[in-house]
């Protein structure tokens, strides 16, 4: 499985780290509720077959922290961003 | 009709120009309802129909496979059993596990293959050293063999591995002695002919495409092959546990991963027992045919493909190397891949659900094979009686949000831990 980073170009997986899951967002601590989705965030999770949003590191390149859309059926990867532009976007959204 | 294995039959079948053997199993075609359905016929699953029908006098089972027989995981694993854990809510269940698999062969009557030719865990460090030891006396205190070993003893049963090694000296292990291997795949047909002759249906290529669940109550699954109603349905679908729950609206404190295993080509009698290298992750055993079976690490990222990536290959190998250099030349024969239900602490789920009538029996990470009697016996218990066994008192669905985790490693929520 190779990773194309948009700044290296494509690179073995093994360059890279992974965190999983990239749709998860830490819960507001101040919320009534906050206990129960502490517990979702941290534990629960989707665990489609087929298309996965999920965080990986490019621990032996450039450090970027990359969002890559792959299909955990078949390892075919159909989109990288960098996470901070996916950040950036979430937070405009409100 | 010969329909029990013995000297005997054998004898008596030699004789008669082997025509008397029956077929393991039947292959009935699905009726319209029981009362339970069981998803999933790998080893969990066919052993609950056992134990169901066995311990608690329910035969009206079925077993729904989307595939074959254990087609999945129980074929696909290293054969190792073992009961070295450290925590209470695992030690008493991994036990049970182990005085089944003692009496398993006679209770199937079924050649299983089960072989105590022990496991050693080798320690390479003074710290790790004292790790093991308590470990060690917490087995003890359960009622579990467990021996700690010098590095002169491991050297006089090993005499090959590399103690001098400059980063990962050999200092000594902790062997159970009654932990071993057993034949897989013979598990999961001595189970399914065990439950077929006490009447379980088992329905191969069946795939469950849903589950029916009316007032908040499990009714029955679709499948490919239509309808099938069930006072109680229990999930036992390794891999795709998240997504068999997801049909009746459950997300789960799960995660699926691949873990490769692998064969070397037979070469002659050189390890007697199970060894793992404590300072990497490898683990070896030698199966009669004189192959090398070995195994380490998940590849590390979320997959439901049967099939991994190189560098995990690479990543075990080394291991390989490092403990035992003389594997080197050894040609590797075949690896192969399966897919693991890393459960968000490392240890397994057997419980109730917050649906009605439908049961989880999930989270097995990596150690689901040498767990295959007591899943089955606890499962088939918590189905028949609704409440949990109490050696599988602890493995309950809510301690994730209770925060009563049963945390083997420590290192708190991940689902990467074994």
């Known amino acids: ?84 532009a996916a950040a950036l976007r979430r937070q405009e959204a409100g | ?77 290293t054969t190792i059993v073992r009961s070295n854990y450290l925590l209470d809510g695992n030690i008493p269940f ?40 308590r470990r060690g006396n917490a087995m003890r205190l359960n009622g579990v063999d467990a021996e700690l070993l010098d590095q002169a003893a491991v050297k006089k049963m090993l005499p090959f591995l590399d103690y001098d090694n400059a980063r990962f000296p050999i200092q000594g292990g902790l062997i159970q002695r009654r932990g071993g291997t057993v034949r897989h795949d013979a598990v999961a047909w001595g189970y399914a002919r065990a439950a077929d002759r006490r009447g379980v249906d088992l329905i191969q290529n069946c795939e469950v495409t849903g589950i029916t669940v009316e007032g908040g109550r499990a009714i029955g699954v679709e499948t490919t092959r239509g309808f099938i109603g069930a006072k109680k349905v229990a999930l036992a679908a390794a891999g795709n546990s998240s997504r068999v729950a997801a049909m009746a609206g459950l997300r789960l404190p799960i995660e699926s991963h691949v873990l490769q295993a692998f064969v070397s080509e037979g070469i002659k009698p050189f390890i007697d027992g199970v060894v793992t290298f404590g300072a990497g992750h490898f683990y070896i055993s030698q199966s009669d045919k004189g192959g090398l079976v070995f195994g380490g690490d998940i590849d590390g990222y979320n997959s439901y493909a049967q099939r991994g990536n190189l560098p995990t290959i690479e990543d075990v190998c080394e ?68 409440e949990p066994h109490p050696d599988a008192a602890a493995l309950r669905l809510d301690r994730f949000a209770r925060g009563t985790l049963i945390d083997e490693k420590g290192v708190g929520a991940q689902p990467n831990l074994h």
């Open chain 2, 319 to 386: 291991g390989g190397m490092a403990l035992m250099p003389r594997i080197g030349r050894v040609r590797l024969l075949r690896h192969w891949g399966g897919l693991m239900d890393m459960s968000m602490d490392g240890s397994p789920i057997i419980d109730r659900t917050p649906v009605d009538g439908l049961y989880l029996n999930a989270g097995w990470c990596y150690g689901g094979f040498k767990a295959t009697p007591a899943s089955g016996f606890c499962f088939a218990h918590l189905i028949a009686r609704d």
């Open chain 2, 1 to 77: 009709m010969t329909d029990r294995y013995s000297f005997l039959s054998i004898l008596k079948e030699a004789f008669s120009g082997q025509k008397g053997w029956e077929p393991v199993w039947r292959e009935p075609a699905p009726k319209r309802d029981y009362e339970v359905v069981i998803v999933g016929g790998g080893g969990h699953g066919l052993a609950t129909a056992h134990y169901l029908a066995k311990e608690h006098g329910i035969t009206d089972v079925a077993v729904v496979e989307k595939g074959y027989l254990g087609s999945g995981n129980v074929g696909r694993n």
């Open chain 2, 94 to 133: 991994y036990e049970l596990s182990m005085k089944l698999w003692e009496g398993l062969e006679q209770d199937l009557n079924y050649n299983a293959m089960v072989s105590q030719r022990g496991v050693l865990n080798l320690f390479h460090s003074d710290a790790q050293r004292d790790a093991y030891a």
């Open chain 1, 1 to 84: 499985m190779r990773i194309p980073c948009p700044s290296c170009g494509e690179r073995g997986h093994e360059e890279f780290a992974y965190l999983g899951d990239a749709s998860l967002v830490r819960p507001d601590p101040t919320a009534p509720d906050a206990e129960a989705r502490f517990a979702d965030y941290v534990y629960l999770r989707d665990n489609p077959a087929g298309a996965l949003r999920e965080l990986w590191y490019h621990a032996a390149g450039c450090h970027a922290w990359l969002v890559v859309t792959r299909d955990t059926r078949t390892h075919e990867i159909s989109g990288v961003e960098p996470a901070k």
